[in-house]
């Protein structure tokens, strides 16, 4: 299976446990990992020769320093072939540098395609290395992240008693994460605070509704995405068309909290507000850049449009954001979104069921802009202080609500 998304983050469901698989014994070291590679390399007496790069490389090293471990490392019961060879695998991947490329086990890779799904088990967050610091990116709606007051931006700095620096993501993620029904108690750091906070949040099952929407007594339509799953883009059609019937007076997409999903869900759901033009640019290596435009006809390509966007917005939400942005379709509003302008996709064929999840393209707006860890600053900014997510203030959807009714907004910093 090969797929391309756009998430950015890790949730808090996966279980990333050290690497372990079911590769047979007997074999060189080198040969094992030429094998692993994808079958893209071959291994002549110690010479790694790579037909991709063009070099060859000696790994006559690796093997003595395996040998070595075998031989003179203490603990022998904790010597596991299985476990060294993919911890070797990991260390390939984590050598590009690239925090959203990663290698994951069979166990792994199947848990990893149920969060895209929608199917959860957690505290319901997504969380990713930012400045080399465990950051939340977006907690879930509804989810217990949510509920305990976790917030885009949040710094961890312990997990339970344990010092989050002192993981690796992977390993970070597997500690968050257990059983539902127990606790876990986050230290964390927020904005500019000097003191910080521990945040106890339950574990739960997660059932994310990917699409909800409401249509108010003034006759504005509110349409809340929440991630870009297998059938997000099924769900936005049936409620465009359903809001079609009832001839909204305006339409606010909320894209707040959604960090991203699969790619072809947010061409899909782009094409269902414009009429023409392009939804976005990929550049992938080796390749010409690919000009993606509008597919299918629009539902609801006049009415009048305000997308809602803040930190934990990224990846597919900054790929709709952009491209309704851009053709001046809608207006933007709230704050700078998190800023991930790569793709990733998904390899799941090698024999052991791993999936290797690897940067595979660069994309940009129509009028060019590269958003990667710089986001999308919007047309009209509005925050939201702290206590405003914890009461039932909600000053970004207020300001959206004004704008579509005025054509403006009090008290908005800035209009771009």
Known sequence: MQKKFLTFALPILLALVAFAGGFETGRSHSQEIAEV???????????????EIGRQLDIQTFDEVWKTAEKKFVDVEKLDPEKMLYGAMKGVIASLGDPHSEFLDPTESEEFLDSLEGNLTGIGAEVGMRDEILTIISPLRGSPAEAAGLLPGDKIFKIDNEIASDFSLFEAVKHIRGEPGTEVVLTIFR??????????????FIEIESVISELRDDGIAVVTVATFAD???????????ELALQNPAGMILDLRFNGGGFLDAAIEMTSKLLA????????????????IPVSGAPLLPQIPLVVLINEGSASSSEIMAGALQDSGRATLLGEKSFGKGTVQELISNFHDGSTLRITVAKWFTPSGRDVNEEGIEPDITVKMEIEDYFSEK?????????????????????LN
């Open 191 to 204: 904005g500019e605070e000097t003191h910080s906070r521990e945040i106890v949040i339950t574990r739960d």
């Open 394 to 414: 909600d000053p970004q959807l207020d300001a959206a609500v004004e704008f579509l009714k005025t054509g403006e907004v009090e008290n908005a910093e800035e």
């Open 37 to 51: 590679a994808g079958g893209d390399a071959e291994v002549e007496t110690g010479v790694l020769q790579s037909s």
């Open 276 to 291: 023409s033009g392009e939804v976005v640019r990929i550049h992938e290596r080796g390749k010409a850049d690919q000009i």
């Open 231 to 241: 059938d997000t883009a099924e769900e936005f059609e049936t409620i465009l068309v």
